[in-house]
């Protein structure tokens, strides 16, 4: 299978696809967080972005793609570590030599895909019924003046259960990308390049999460 014939090759293409989840995370949160400085804005870029055929029938299944098989890959590499040595991914023998985040990534990694799942029903499924299924494609809805999105989304952060839900998700998000950025970078040759990825790192791992987390309370408190 070429790549991934071997536990090598399966990090590395792991690797890629987390770069891939990684550009699209910082992507994500441009356009969230035009919702907090400008609805209007906010709404022609979610509409373009939602009806770009680009976007919705290329770009959009590779997304599914990566997401799926990062965690697939990851679970994989977790059965073959344990097989290996007894040991789970990413783990070594004493908490002195690695961070409680690199020894946990699996579980961090299963509480973030909950999150996706949440995060699809909130967003994507209705999306996706209301284009593919309702043949929808006007960004409208009536009740509403101008393009839906925003309404919709300041809707679903009015539920408090559900914004405590999102900020604990980005929080897991933030521990796995502490330790995951540059883990990527490591599994493609970068290791020379450890205590400048590592901050980069731990930058990129408070900055993207916390970016969500804004999002999420600041419409929830706009609007209580």
Request: glycine content about 8%.
């Amino acid at each position: 299978m070429g790549i991934l014939s071997n536990s090598i090759g399966k990090k590395v293409a792991m690797a890629l696809s987390a770069f891939f989840l990684m550009f699209f995370l910082l992507q994500h949160l441009v356009i969230n967080i035009l919702s907090v400085f400008s609805p209007d804005t906010f709404n022609i870029v979610s509409h373009f972005m939602g009806t770009n055929t680009l976007v919705q029938f290329i770009l959009q299944p590779i997304l599914i793609f990566a997401v799926v098989f990062h965690f697939v890959m990851g679970f994989v590499l977790e059965l073959i570590n344990k097989k290996a040595n007894g040991k789970s991914y990413a783990k070594n023998n004493g908490a002195a030599n690695s961070s409680w985040m690199s020894r946990n990534m699996i579980w961090s990694g299963v509480t973030i895909l909950a999150f996706i799942v949440l995060h699809f029903i909130d967003f994507w499924f209705p999306e996706i019924n209301t284009k593919f299924i309702q043949g929808d494609w006007s960004g409208t809805v009536e009740g509403v003046e101008g393009f839906r999105y925003y309404e919709e989304l300041v809707h679903k952060f009015m539920n408090p259960a559900r914004v405590i839900a999102y900020v604990f998700a980005f929080i897991f998000l933030g521990l796995h990308l502490a330790h995951g950025f540059t883990s990527a970078f490591q599994s493609v040759g970068a290791a020379s390049l450890r205590k400048k990825l590592e901050l980069v790192g731990k930058g990129y791992s408070i900055l993207i999460p916390l970016g969500f987390i804004i999002v999420a309370v600041f419409h929830y408190f706009k609007h209580i």
